[in-house]
Structures are given as structure tokens and as C-alpha cells.
């Protein structure tokens, strides 16, 4: 009965998550806390990431990663100078449980609100193996802004890596010069994915493509995502610590990787159209 129920749990856990966990030990691998530019923080792992921006009313963050990884981030906000018990806001890139699967351990803790783009709500407030639910307070569409004693955030909607996938701009003020900051949602096809006669997501592959064209048109100084992998977060920490204060202001980075994740989509649309029911490797 209880190999039974073992084997029932593994087959319900995702495979790409596992096979992601297995091969990249820097999901839940500490990495140092620093300040990116104006008010916005990284608080994150060496590759699973979260963004703190502090206001004066209280902190928005981005991302919250497992469960395992709270502790880590109470010290990482500690590490900066930041309260724990200041997040007011907890917003999501997507949903995968890497990334949002402490968001109720969070909210118990301090309170905050918790906003999430409206069709990766449902998948947020579930409960699986990895995911303990929560309820979303706040459901966020295309074009939304989530604002805190002047801070404003807009949440742009990119699916295709999770339905509700939400990508993140706001200006930070940086020695009297103002940017804009792009945090990625995601825009990777991972493996194990149906892009042809997805019956759970039959939209997937226009959506990569809505999301690749509204990405384009986003205005970019300083480059940032989910992962740290996307936006280059180890060589970029390493020329600011060096004393490069504009390590992360990279607007050419930002489009080639654009451009690249687009490539590599187009590519393996093309395949799976040649050979329907093929999902990526």
C-alpha cells in the first residue's frame, strides 16, 4: 500500500521540475543579498530569484521560491538592511512551485497581499504535491499596476510558459538618472512541452508568440528574470562587486536574449509541427 502511494506521488510531481532540480544545484544554493540600483534589492538563490523593492510604506516582493528556501531569504533581506515584516506585497512571475510555493508560509508570517496574473491564479490557489495553495487577494490582468507610496509596478502579461506568466516593469531612480527595469517572467520552452495539439493548453504557441512581441517592445536598461541564469546574475554580481556600479544596466543583453529564447522557440515549433506529438527533450 505505501509503495502504492509513493508511486502515486511521484507520478502526480512533474518531471521537467525534477529533472530541473536534479541538474541545477544553484536553485537552492545561497547566493549573496545586494542592492541592483535605486530602491530595487536581489534576495534571491544562485539561480531562483527574488526582487525586493522598499518603499517607504512597506517592501514589494517579487517571487518567494520554496519553502526551504525562507530562511535564506529572511537573512538575505537582513543582509540589506531590509524587515521581513515590511513585505506588504507578494507578487508572482509564474506559476511553478520553484518559484511561488512559499507564498503561504510568507503571507502567514507578515500579512502581505498577495496578487497574481489572473490565469495563473487557479494553478496558485490549488493544492498539489510541492504546492500548498493560497489564496490570491488580488487577481492582476494585462496592463494592471500594483502601486506603493509612489512605486509603480506594471504587470505585463507573456504567456506561454505558464499561462499567467507576468512579466515586470518599473523605473528605479540611480545617481539622479532614471530606468527602466524588465524582470522576465520566463520565455523558455521547456522539455516535456507541447507546442502542437497541446489539449491542456491549446493556445501555448501563439501565446509565445503574443509574449516574444510585447517583450520587443518593452523599454530596458537594467535586464532581470525568474532565473538568475537569464539575465546572467553571477558574472554581472562579480563586475559589481569589482566596482562596475552599472553591471546590471545591459538594454543589448535584454533584446538578444529576446531574440535567442525567440529562435529557440521558432525552432522547436517547427520540429513539432513536422512531427506532431513530439514534445521537446
Not at 83 to 93: E, G, M
Not at 157 to 176: A, Q
Amino acid at each position: 500500500m505505501l509503495r502504492r502511494t509513493l508511486r502515486t506521488f511521484a507520478a502526480l510531481l512533474s518531471p521537467v521540475l525534477l529533472n530541473a532540480q536534479a541538474q541545477n544545484p544553484d536553485w537552492h544554493k545561497a547566493f549573496p543579498a545586494f542592492r541592483i540600483a535605486g530602491n530595487l534589492y536581489y534576495v534571491g538563490t544562485a539561480d531562483l530569484a527574488i526582487f525586493v523593492i522598499h518603499t517607504l510604506q512597506g517592501d514589494i516582493l517579487i517571487n518567494t521560491n520554496s519553502p526551504e528556501d525562507a530562511p535564506a531569504l529572511k537573512k538575505s533581506m537582513q543582509q540589506v538592511g531590509l524587515k521581513y515584516s515590511d513585505i506588504t506585497y507578494l507578487l508572482t512571475s509564474h506559476a511553478h512551485s520553484e518559484h511561488d510555493s512559499a507564498l503561504r508560509e510568507i503571507k502567514k508570517e507578515t500579512g502581505a497581499t498577495v496578487m497574481v496574473m489572473q490565469d495563473d491564479a487557479s494553478d496558485v490557489e490549488s493544492i498539489a504535491p510541492g504546492r500548498p495553495g493560497i489564496h490570491v487577494d488580488r487577481v492582476l490582468r494585462d496592463g494592471y499596476t500594483v502601486e506603493l507610496a509612489g512605486v509603480k509596478l506594471i504587470a505585463h502579461h507573456t504567456p506561454g510558459h505558464t499561462k499567467g506568466c507576468t512579466t515586470w516593469t518599473l523605473r528605479v531612480l540611480e545617481n539622479n538618472t532614471v530606468m527602466n527595469v524588465v524582470i522576465v517572467g520566463g520565455a523558455t520552452v521547456e522539455a516535456g512541452t507541447l507546442l502542437v495539439n497541446n489539449k491542456r493548453y491549446p493556445t501555448i504557441a501563439p501565446d509565445y508568440l503574443k509574449t516574444f512581441s510585447i517583450l520587443k517592445t518593452l523599454p530596458c536598461d537594467i535586464f532581470l528574470g525568474a532565473h538568475g541564469e537569464y539575465f546572467g546574475l553571477k558574472d554581472k554580481y562579480a563586475r559589481l562587486k569589482a566596482g562596475n556600479a552599472n553591471a546590471f544596466v545591459d538594454p543589448n543583453g535584454f533584446k538578444t536574449w529576446v531574440a535567442t529564447k525567440e529562435q529557440e522557440f521558432l525552432t522547436e515549433w517547427d520540429r513539432q509541427k513536422k512531427s506532431p506529438g513530439s514534445p521537446k527533450k
